[in-house]
């Protein structure tokens, strides 16, 4: 029997279909992405000749940079050139750091992603650890206590709590280092392998390096987790209390399976948007870091950004924020995946 | 059969529960003997869901006991510490509750699911916990059960789910069953082999069962002994052949009445050659599938006719596309084939446009009472929503005209200001009737009208509806697959299966007579109050 | 089933009194905010820098010399107006949009929700401290960023519901009662579907208010003097580590108690709306 290629496709394992479906959807969503990073930069009004060249340039000069940059062509032919210029991982080279964009991003994104990552774990696992607690014990003190975190902690600006924490941690108190990058200065900094300096230095045996960098992170950590676990909690406590109500959570009750393992099953169920909220606070992290980095000055991506508007450096803007979208839309597609994973009731 | 001597397992002493101010169960006596299956009948509301939950220990949030207690064998369950509870709740009683596809863990495998109860009342090793739960799985008539055992819920039919349930509910070996309403809203066929299996299994295992429903067939079928719960309180307790025969309170009888079908309809079906009114041929409806060459063949050449003033049922379980069928008709779906005449013009292919001039002369009584009015309407507002189809009206008329339609439905003019929430489901399912009498419309079609109501609720909308077709020479499509109102309210009766009509014929002729196996399938699951039951073997065919 | 859930009975609760009472509060700041402030807010007075709080000068003064407690009570005027604004805007179009997109949902449709999802899949603030840089540091180019930000989410939030609604039995009951493709729209559905952006506005307004802040913060958003809470936070900054703390610390306070006055409101207003919300009865 021949078998059809829809047949053919319906054979292969869930896991399989799930990935080989989001990764087909990376390719467009990815052009999508440039266009919008080529247009928003490029049809916006503003000569960026005449903000390179200042203001006294001659038009001969201009019309000559134009040239260089591919200025005096149409829109989509200069999106071509673009796009074929993405493709080749030519993002061009900063007119202030002189150096190749591609290289100022990659020199600066480990900072950027130590933070980021190691801040995620902290706010959801906090975050996911109260809201169970105070759906399970509802209308404890704990409760009230968490609901009320959850709702104040959406109206904290991020750099004004970074400031306070500094303020008591560090200049009152002395608890916390410095807010002057990521490690002591007085340290040489361990041989680059995940560009982790946490993990950096633990792989050298660096103990020193260790503690400092991971003193470096506590203060920007506890700023976003401590703005950020708010949102987890509130969204995991609507989740969660609304499957504690469920039929079946009260069904295993009448079972006499053990709370234990029914809070077990509930977090099971609750897992998907759990996933979904993750992968969002991720990729908001990546633009509010931008706020963290500045207090921190933490030398990442988001400083960078920071530097390329200051100095009206659109290239190094565009770079940074299809780089930024393209990280976005990996962690998306690797939370859809999961999602669909944990959840069988999804189709494929 | 009356077991008085044996001390009861689960005696229920002046029980009194209430939630907030206000009291839901109100000192309830009761003893459950051992090996008996007692129903508890009532309305919405009377309590029966709560009295079950009560007796496990497990009252919904915000109730407490005021007064009374129960004991199982003597033991006053609220003295439990709270592991002895836990054991107690699946290892001596156990519940099942209404719609078995909620109470299963979405993200679980169902055989693991059984498996972890089992886990929960004995010390097994994951394998054998497994193989218990296939066990289980295979006594409760599931065929293929480790295969089965691996599916998610979503992968189950609701009888299948439903046998899950059971099978979750036996895993600890309890000699106390309580079904709350288990068989709800499951096709009646499949309703017939769940219980069938329920009570075949709780007799072989010596069980006591407690039925609560509010289907006064289940109990004349499958109880020893019945209470009758109204507002909190036990208004009458007895063996059920006796109180089925002569129920001694009103309220029981006035249940037992509601219950029963209608006479015959009164008017004889003319036998002239008038042209039909609505003529269907070759009605068809296939919806694409995703994923899938195949579509769902929803309905697959139906052809009926309707004459002026004659009521056609169309019977069908679940799935059948009766539904759908109705809907190609109203033209809220594109059927892919077929011609639609409606009073001699071809409707099929009319445009939405078009076909909107037409609308006041065919009007649809909506299934679910709730959710097919507006809830930011006013009752005023949803009955005038039909009348621009007639023709411009002053607002003063509008209102008469409004006060004239509640009155039609039995309903009070003062509830012209409500929204859709604060009726009863019956005043619910009344304005749905009111509102598609506003345009005067020569024919109607009432989708399931009687589906999920209360006894007395359904009666009072079959005796409406009766009402209406003889006052107004209705000719309606009555869809729906509770036969007891099909007695109550058609001429003829069509049954349909799979997309297809299998048979067609007079009322009487199709109770009488039937003569395709699925027709008879169908009535044998019946479970009437007034007729004898079928021998077993019928309902398992 | 037992559906009578003991229901909160009393309409005031302290959150909705709270909420209510620091809205009221910064609009009487909006409105009379040149009677309260006893000094001008944008007038520099080097001889008074850096003064602590005291009786002149109540939150003491930054390091320009102005007056803290004139500068917060008028930049409640930039701050709230930025987000009710942008709200608005994003409001009249964002809503319509998700209607026709979510009722008809055919190519044009899927295409605007592809666009809408590209734009939300840029860091937010990076997006808009791009825009502002490009279009200006003006009270308006703030504005703008912020429409592209809610416009899709009010879009995405009505065109959801609209999606569900559409498929509701009562949709087809109007269909049979004679109502058309408008009336089902904006008559039926839209009534429905607007409890979500009613709760979406005021925490939108929230929203408005901490991005306009960080944009100002980090030099993208308002220019000095203007008075504007994250611009002053931002001005308090470096003195932070030096033990200066009133600058930074006020004008901070104010946006978060302005925020959490909207997040009140909105999850009042859900409450509230919930009441009159499916629940059958019978």
Not at chain 1, 24 to 51: C, E, K, N, S
Not at chain 1, 96 to 110: G, Q
Not at chain 1, 140 to 167: C, E, H, Q, T
Not at chain 3, 101 to 106: D, E, I, K
């Given at each position: 029997?021949?078998?059809?290629?829809?047949?053919?496709?319906?054979?292969?394992?869930?896991?399989?279909?799930?990935?080989?479906?989001?990764?087909?959807?990376?390719?467009?969503?990815?052009?999508?992405?440039?266009?919008?990073?080529?247009?928003?930069?490029?049809?916006?009004?503003?000569?960026?000749?005449?903000?390179?060249?200042?203001?006294?340039?001659?038009?001969?000069?201009?019309?000559?940079?134009?040239?260089?940059?591919?200025?005096?062509?149409?829109?989509?032919?200069?999106?071509?050139?673009?796009?074929?210029?993405?493709?080749?991982?030519?993002?061009?080279?900063?007119?202030?750091?002189?150096?190749?964009?591609?290289?100022?991003?990659?020199?600066?994104?480990?900072?950027?992603?130590?933070?980021?990552?190691?801040?995620?774990i902290c706010t959801v696992g906090i975050g996911v650890t109260i809201a169970v607690t105070s759906v399970v014990k509802k209308g404890s003190a704990f409760d009230w206590g968490a609901r009320a975190y959850g709702f104040a902690a959406g109206a904290l600006p991020d750099f004004w709590v970074a400031l306070l924490l500094v303020f008591f941690l560090y200049y009152m108190l002395?608890?916390?280092?410095?807010?002057?990058?990521?490690?002591?200065?007085?340290?040489?900094?361990?041989?680059?392998?995940?560009?982790?300096?946490?993990?950096?230095?633990?792989?050298?045996?660096?103990?020193?390096?260790?503690?400092?960098?991971?003193?470096?992170?506590?203060?920007?950590?506890?700023?976003?987790?401590?703005?950020?676990?708010?949102?987890?909690?509130?969204?995991?406590?609507?989740?969660?209390?609304?499957?504690?109500?469920?039929?079946?959570?009260?069904?295993?009750?009448?079972?006499?399976?053990?709370?234990?393992?029914?809070?077990?099953?509930?977090?099971?169920?609750?897992?998907?948007?759990?996933?979904?909220?993750?992968?969002?606070?991720?990729?908001?992290?990546?633009?509010?870091?931008?706020?963290?980095?500045?207090?921190?000055?933490?030398?990442?991506?988001?400083?960078?950004?920071?530097?390329?508007?200051i100095n009206s450096d659109y290239a190094a803007l565009q770079g940074f924020v299809l780089v930024a979208s393209a990280f976005i839309l990996v962690v998306y597609s690797i939370a859809d995946i999961l999602y669909e994973v944990v959840d069988p009731r999804i189709r494929t | 059969m009356s077991q008085s001597s044996e001390a009861p397992i689960v005696e229920l002493d002046g029980l009194s529960v209430g939630f907030g101010d206000k009291t839901v169960i109100d000192g309830v006596d009761l003893q459950l003997r051992p090996r008996e299956i007692f129903g508890v009948v009532g309305e919405t509301g009377a309590g029966k869901s709560v009295l079950a939950r009560a007796i496990i220990g497990l009252l919904p949030t915000g109730g407490r006991v005021l007064a009374g207690q129960v004991r199982y064998r003597g033991q006053p369950?609220?003295?439990?510490?709270?592991?002895?509870?836990?054991?107690?709740?699946?290892?001596?009683?156990?519940?099942?509750?209404?719609?078995?596809?909620?109470?299963?863990?979405?993200?679980?495998?169902?055989?693991?699911?059984?498996?972890?109860?089992?886990?929960?009342?004995?010390?097994?090793?994951?394998?054998?916990?497994?193989?218990?739960?296939?066990?289980?799985?295979?006594?409760?008539?599931?065929?293929?059960?480790?295969?089965?055992?691996?599916?998610?819920?979503?992968e189950l039919s609701g009888g299948m789910a439903q046998r899950i349930v059971i099978a979750m509910a036996l895993a600890g070996n309890p000699d106390v069953l309580l079904a709350d309403d288990a068989t709800l809203g499951l096709d009646a066929t499949v309703q017939a082999q769940v219980l069938e299996?329920?009570?075949?299994?709780?007799?072989?295992?010596?069980?006591?069962?407690?039925?609560?429903?509010?289907?006064?067939?289940?109990?004349?079928?499958?109880?020893?002994?019945?209470?009758?719960?109204?507002?909190?309180?036990?208004?009458?307790?007895?063996?059920?052949?006796?109180?089925?025969?002569?129920?001694?309170?009103?309220?029981?009888?006035?249940?037992?009445?509601?219950?029963?079908?209608?006479?015959?309809?009164?008017?004889?079906?003319?036998?002239?050659?008038?042209?039909?009114?609505?003529?269907?041929?070759?009605?068809?409806?296939h919806f694409a599938v995703p994923g899938s060459v195949e579509p769902i063949r929803a309905v697959d050449g139906v052809s009926f006719s309707i004459a002026a003033g004659e009521t056609l049922a169309l019977v069908g379980e679940s799935g059948s596309g009766k539904t759908t069928a109705g809907q190609c008709l109203m033209r809220l779906l594109d059927n892919t084939d077929g011609r639609i005449i409606f009073n001699g013009r071809d409707i099929t292919d009319l445009r939405e446009n078009a076909f909107r001039p037409l609308r006041r002369n065919m009007q649809m009584v909506f299934q679910e009472p709730y959710v097919a009015l507006n809830p930011r309407w006013r009752v005023r507002d949803l009955l005038a929503e039909p009348m621009a189809l007639i023709e411009p009206m002053t607002s003063a008329e509008r209102a008469r005209r409004v006060a004239e339609l509640l009155e039609a439905v039995h309903l009070p003019t003062a509830l012209a200001e409500a929204r859709p929430h604060e009726l009863t489901a019956g005043e619910q399912k009344r304005v749905g009737v009111a509102r598609a009498l506003a345009t005067k419309p020569s024919f109607i079609v009432f989708d399931e009208p009687t589906t999920a109501l209360d006894i007395r609720v359904r009666a009072q909308i079959i005796d409406l509806i009766r009402g209406l077709q003889s006052q107004m020479n209705l000719a309606a499509l009555f869809i729906t697959h509770d036969l007891n109102s099909v007695r109550s309210l058609a001429h003829r009766v069509a049954v349909m299966h799979l997309g297809k009509i299998v048979e067609q014929g007079s009322t009487e002729a199709i109770f009488e007579r039937a003569e395709h196996p699925y027709t008879r399938k169908l009535l044998a699951a019946e479970l009437p109050v007034d007729c004898e039951p079928l021998p077993p073997g019928d309902i398992a065919a | 089933m037992p559906s009578d859930a003991p229901i909160r009975s009393s309409f005031l609760r302290p959150a909705l009194v709270i909420g209510l009472f620091l809205l009221a509060l910064q609009l009487i700041a909006i409105i009379f905010a040149p009677w309260i402030a006893p000094f001008s807010p944008i007038e520099a007075n080097p001889i008074d820098s850096?003064?602590?709080?005291?009786?002149?000068?109540?939150?003491?003064?930054?390091?320009?010399?102005?007056?803290?407690?004139?500068?917060?009570?008028?930049?409640?005027?930039?701050?709230?107006?930025?987000?009710?604004?942008?709200?608005?805007?994003?409001?009249?179009?964002?809503v319509p949009i998700g209607v026709l997109v979510g009722y008809y949902r055919g190519f044009t449709g899927a295409l605007v929700m592809r666009f809408f999802d590209f734009i939300q899949s840029f860091p937010v603030f990076v997006l808009g401290m791009a825009l502002v840089a490009v279009l200006g540091q003006e009270i308006w180019s703030v504005v703008i960023v912020l429409c592209m930000l809610f416009v899709p989410m009010f879009s995405r939030i009505v065109r959801a519901e609209v999606l569900s609604l559409r498929e509701r039995p009562f949709i087809a009951a109007a269909r049979c009662s004679g109502a058309g493709d408008f009336a089902i729209m904006f008559r039926h559905i839209l009534p429905n579907a607007m409890t979500p952006v009613i709760v979406q506005i005021s925490v939108s307004i929230g929203m408005a208010i901490l991005l306009t802040a960080g944009l100002s913060f980090i030099g993208a958003g308002v220019r000095l003097p203007a008075p504007e809470w994250g611009l002053m936070v931002s001005s308090g900054a470096q003195q932070m580590i030096l033990g200066v703390w009133w600058v930074a610390l006020f004008p901070g306070l104010a946006i978060v108690f302005s925020v959490l006055s909207f997040a009140l409101l909105s999850d009042e207003a859900k409450r509230l709306l919930d009441t009159s919300r499916p629940g059958v009865r019978r």
């Amino acid at each position: 029997m021949r078998v059809s290629p829809r047949q053919f496709w319906r054979r292969q394992p869930r896991l399989l279909r799930i990935i080989v479906t989001r990764i087909a959807l990376i390719v467009p969503q990815m052009f999508g992405v440039t266009l919008i990073a080529f247009l928003l930069i490029r049809l916006l009004p503003g000569d960026p000749a005449r903000l390179i060249l200042g203001n006294f340039a001659t038009d001969e000069s201009i019309a000559l940079y134009h040239q260089k940059l591919g200025l005096d062509k149409d829109v989509w032919t200069q999106f071509a050139i673009y796009l074929g210029n993405v493709l080749h991982g030519d993002l061009g080279t900063s007119p202030f750091t002189s150096k190749p964009i591609l290289d100022d991003l990659a020199d600066r994104a480990p900072a950027t992603l130590e933070l980021i990552l190691f801040a995620v774990i902290c706010t959801v696992g906090i975050g996911v650890t109260i809201a169970v607690t105070s759906v399970v014990k509802k209308g404890s003190a704990f409760d009230w206590g968490a609901r009320a975190y959850g709702f104040a902690a959406g109206a904290l600006p991020d750099f004004w709590v970074a400031l306070l924490l500094v303020f008591f941690l560090y200049y009152m108190l002395g608890w916390a280092p410095a807010p002057f990058g990521r490690v002591d200065m007085m340290l040489t900094p361990p041989p680059t392998v995940t560009g982790f300096l946490t993990i950096d230095s633990l792989l050298a045996g660096d103990f020193e390096a260790f503690r400092s960098s991971a003193g470096r992170l506590i203060l920007p950590i506890l700023t976003i987790t401590i703005v950020n676990a708010g949102a987890v909690t509130k969204m995991t406590q609507t989740v969660f209390a609304e499957i504690w109500a469920a039929p079946f959570v009260e069904q295993m009750r009448a079972c006499g399976v053990p709370e234990r393992q029914i809070i077990r099953a509930a977090l099971r169920n609750s897992l998907p948007p759990i996933i979904s909220v993750s992968s969002f606070i991720l990729g908001f992290l990546l633009g509010a870091a931008v706020l963290v980095e500045t207090i921190f000055s933490w030398g990442g991506l988001g400083q960078y950004a920071v530097q390329a508007v200051i100095n009206s450096d659109y290239a190094a803007l565009q770079g940074f924020v299809l780089v930024a979208s393209a990280f976005i839309l990996v962690v998306y597609s690797i939370a859809d995946i999961l999602y669909e994973v944990v959840d069988p009731r999804i189709r494929t | 059969m009356s077991q008085s001597s044996e001390a009861p397992i689960v005696e229920l002493d002046g029980l009194s529960v209430g939630f907030g101010d206000k009291t839901v169960i109100d000192g309830v006596d009761l003893q459950l003997r051992p090996r008996e299956i007692f129903g508890v009948v009532g309305e919405t509301g009377a309590g029966k869901s709560v009295l079950a939950r009560a007796i496990i220990g497990l009252l919904p949030t915000g109730g407490r006991v005021l007064a009374g207690q129960v004991r199982y064998r003597g033991q006053p369950v609220s003295t439990m510490g709270p592991e002895d509870a836990r054991a107690f709740r699946g290892g001596k009683v156990a519940l099942i509750g209404t719609n078995a596809k909620a109470l299963l863990d979405p993200v679980a495998r169902v055989g693991d699911q059984i498996a972890r109860v089992v886990r929960s009342h004995e010390r097994l090793d994951k394998r054998a916990a497994t193989a218990r739960a296939v066990a289980l799985m295979r006594e409760i008539g599931i065929n293929d059960p480790e295969r089965r055992a691996r599916a998610y819920p979503h992968e189950l039919s609701g009888g299948m789910a439903q046998r899950i349930v059971i099978a979750m509910a036996l895993a600890g070996n309890p000699d106390v069953l309580l079904a709350d309403d288990a068989t709800l809203g499951l096709d009646a066929t499949v309703q017939a082999q769940v219980l069938e299996s329920l009570v075949e299994r709780s007799r072989e295992r010596g069980l006591s069962v407690l039925l609560v429903t509010h289907d006064l067939g289940i109990v004349r079928h499958y109880c020893d002994r019945v209470a009758v719960m109204k507002a909190g309180r036990l208004v009458e307790v007895g063996d059920v052949e006796p109180f089925l025969a002569a129920p001694a309170n009103p309220y029981s009888r006035e249940l037992l009445d509601a219950a029963r079908a209608r006479p015959t309809l009164q008017r004889p079906l003319a036998e002239d050659d008038r042209p039909p009114l609505v003529s269907v041929r070759d009605l068809t409806m296939h919806f694409a599938v995703p994923g899938s060459v195949e579509p769902i063949r929803a309905v697959d050449g139906v052809s009926f006719s309707i004459a002026a003033g004659e009521t056609l049922a169309l019977v069908g379980e679940s799935g059948s596309g009766k539904t759908t069928a109705g809907q190609c008709l109203m033209r809220l779906l594109d059927n892919t084939d077929g011609r639609i005449i409606f009073n001699g013009r071809d409707i099929t292919d009319l445009r939405e446009n078009a076909f909107r001039p037409l609308r006041r002369n065919m009007q649809m009584v909506f299934q679910e009472p709730y959710v097919a009015l507006n809830p930011r309407w006013r009752v005023r507002d949803l009955l005038a929503e039909p009348m621009a189809l007639i023709e411009p009206m002053t607002s003063a008329e509008r209102a008469r005209r409004v006060a004239e339609l509640l009155e039609a439905v039995h309903l009070p003019t003062a509830l012209a200001e409500a929204r859709p929430h604060e009726l009863t489901a019956g005043e619910q399912k009344r304005v749905g009737v009111a509102r598609a009498l506003a345009t005067k419309p020569s024919f109607i079609v009432f989708d399931e009208p009687t589906t999920a109501l209360d006894i007395r609720v359904r009666a009072q909308i079959i005796d409406l509806i009766r009402g209406l077709q003889s006052q107004m020479n209705l000719a309606a499509l009555f869809i729906t697959h509770d036969l007891n109102s099909v007695r109550s309210l058609a001429h003829r009766v069509a049954v349909m299966h799979l997309g297809k009509i299998v048979e067609q014929g007079s009322t009487e002729a199709i109770f009488e007579r039937a003569e395709h196996p699925y027709t008879r399938k169908l009535l044998a699951a019946e479970l009437p109050v007034d007729c004898e039951p079928l021998p077993p073997g019928d309902i398992a065919a | 089933m037992p559906s009578d859930a003991p229901i909160r009975s009393s309409f005031l609760r302290p959150a909705l009194v709270i909420g209510l009472f620091l809205l009221a509060l910064q609009l009487i700041a909006i409105i009379f905010a040149p009677w309260i402030a006893p000094f001008s807010p944008i007038e520099a007075n080097p001889i008074d820098s850096l003064q602590t709080p005291n009786a002149i000068h109540w939150l003491g003064t930054d390091e320009l010399g102005m007056d803290i407690f004139s500068r917060i009570v008028f930049a409640t005027r930039v701050n709230l107006l930025i987000g009710f604004a942008a709200v608005a805007i994003s409001l009249a179009i964002g809503v319509p949009i998700g209607v026709l997109v979510g009722y008809y949902r055919g190519f044009t449709g899927a295409l605007v929700m592809r666009f809408f999802d590209f734009i939300q899949s840029f860091p937010v603030f990076v997006l808009g401290m791009a825009l502002v840089a490009v279009l200006g540091q003006e009270i308006w180019s703030v504005v703008i960023v912020l429409c592209m930000l809610f416009v899709p989410m009010f879009s995405r939030i009505v065109r959801a519901e609209v999606l569900s609604l559409r498929e509701r039995p009562f949709i087809a009951a109007a269909r049979c009662s004679g109502a058309g493709d408008f009336a089902i729209m904006f008559r039926h559905i839209l009534p429905n579907a607007m409890t979500p952006v009613i709760v979406q506005i005021s925490v939108s307004i929230g929203m408005a208010i901490l991005l306009t802040a960080g944009l100002s913060f980090i030099g993208a958003g308002v220019r000095l003097p203007a008075p504007e809470w994250g611009l002053m936070v931002s001005s308090g900054a470096q003195q932070m580590i030096l033990g200066v703390w009133w600058v930074a610390l006020f004008p901070g306070l104010a946006i978060v108690f302005s925020v959490l006055s909207f997040a009140l409101l909105s999850d009042e207003a859900k409450r509230l709306l919930d009441t009159s919300r499916p629940g059958v009865r019978r």
